[in-house]
């Protein structure tokens, strides 16, 4: 089993910044994916960005060039840092890990416990 921790979220202004961290312990396995999902109130949860761990990443084109997604040198800790924020991207963000064999994921997916981000205008 893997437990993911998150910090750092919090309430801003629009146009502000956050970054939210996530910390994978336990049954961590290599190589993996780790990201960011969000779900706002009465809506889907929604894929955010993701980064494998070879350092290919994805993004919803909504937050392309405003949220960047990285990785720590142990590909334990995934952060997403998140500028120029805007009132729709107000969420609980909830981080993800799965791990991957070749270039497929399995078993199970993990998630974090969520973490509200709140962006007023």
């Known amino acids: 089993q893997v437990q993911l921790v998150e910090s750092g979220g919090g309430s801003v202004q629009a146009g502000g910044s956050l970054r939210l961290a996530c910390t994978a312990s336990?049954?961590?396995?290599?190589?993996?994916?780790m990201g960011w999902y969000r779900q706002a109130p009465e809506k889907q949860r929604e894929f955010v960005a993701i980064m494998f761990t070879d350092g290919t990443t994805q993004y919803r084109d909504a937050v392309l060039g405003r949220f960047d997604i990285s990785r720590d040198n142990a590909k334990t800790t995934a952060y997403l840092q998140m500028n120029s924020l805007k009132p729709e991207d107000t969420a609980v963000y909830y981080c993800k890990y799965r791990r991957r064999f070749g270039s497929v994921e399995v078993g199970d997916t993990y998630w974090g416990q969520g973490i509200q981000v709140t962006v007023s205008s």
């Open positions: 336990g049954r961590i396995e290599n190589p993996n994916v």
